[in-house]
């Protein structure tokens, strides 16, 4: 369930100019509040939670979205205060009291009369420490993933820093948000022609045995006229994986919008080997598999 990162190196896209905010200190903090309720899409590809923050030329948005069940999920930040975010590498995000998440490289871009972009294929609430992780096991558990409402319950705002920058989202208490978004991507178990029921009592995901080697394929085969264009972009990866660990079906959809980008993964998935699945009696079982595929180049 990890995402594929292809990268040669980075590029933001074209910007428009985004208003200045009217805060002269640049080390100050930015402190959003929320100017409208949460909106949630149950779309056919997606499940997203949005929200608006401040108002005018001060007007923000987040996104919370994903494509299916997953532990992590997309983020997307847009407004005039992430004019000066463009450093990725020094990039962090915050949720609530946890600290910062700094594993993750936003990709940067420009939402026509709202500002900078800062667009994350996948983030989590927290990292764990390597020794908290509790090890892989085929028995016992329940692997179906899903956001932690939890930790979500926890969290009432979503902090970006750069540096002595920072952008307080306020966005209140998540928990209930995020247990919306958890309903709508179990949702989508049973509209690609699975067994809800059989997945949430399942003992293993399928696992990608030759990821390597169709990855590097894919890389290989980075559309040429988006290279030449320097189009970067983001795509969401779904395939049914039979019991036998073969692929079924494959679809490919996107998180970002471009042009000339026309990812050729699923053609390349043909080649793809799986573990399959395993039901709750460790029997090979019809199930998915989701990866982010991100393009980046220079």
């Not at 090890?135 to 409402?149: E, I, K, Q, W």
Request: include cysteine; hydrophobic fraction near 40%; proline fraction near 6%.
């Amino acid at each position: 369930m990890d995402r594929i990162v292809l990268a040669l190196a980075f590029a933001a896209s074209a910007s428009l100019a985004a208003p200045a905010l009217a805060q002269d200190d640049k080390n100050a903090p930015v402190v959003l509040e929320p100017s409208s309720q949460w909106n949630v899409d149950f779309g056919d590809e997606k499940c997203r939670l949005a929200r608006i923050f401040g108002e005018g030329d001060n007007r923000h948005i987040l996104f919370i979205d994903q494509g299916g069940p997953k532990s992590g999920f997309g983020l997307i930040v847009v407004g005039p205060a992430f004019k000066k975010f463009r450093q990725p590498d020094r990039i962090t995000v915050q949720f609530g009291e946890f600290a910062p998440v700094g594993k993750y490289r936003p990709m940067l871009g420009d939402t026509e009369g709202v500002g900078t972009s800062l667009i994350y294929s996948n983030m989590v609430f927290f990292e764990k420490p390597r020794s908290e992780r509790e090890p892989a096991s085929d028995a016992g558990l329940d692997p179906l993933p899903r956001l932690d409402v939890e930790a979500a319950s926890s969290i009432s705002a979503i902090t970006m820093h750069q540096g002595k920058r920072s952008v307080v989202f306020n966005t209140g208490n998540l928990g209930e948000a995020i247990k919306v978004l958890n309903e709508c991507s179990l949702n989508f178990v049973e509209s690609w022609g699975l067994d809800r029921a059989a997945h949430e009592t399942m003992t293993r995901l399928a696992k990608w045995a030759n990821a390597e080697a169709v990855t590097r394929r894919i890389q290989d085969k980075y559309p040429m006229q988006a290279l030449r264009k320097g189009e970067s972009g983001i795509f969401r990866m779904r395939v049914i994986v039979e019991p036998d660990g073969s692929v079924s079906e494959c679809e490919i959809s996107n998180a970002t919008i471009t042009e000339s980008l026309d990812s050729p993964a699923c053609k390349e998935m043909e080649r793809a080997e799986f573990e399959p699945a395993l039901d709750v009696h460790g029997k090979p079982m019809r199930s998915f598999y989701l990866t982010n595929i991100t393009y980046k180049i220079s």
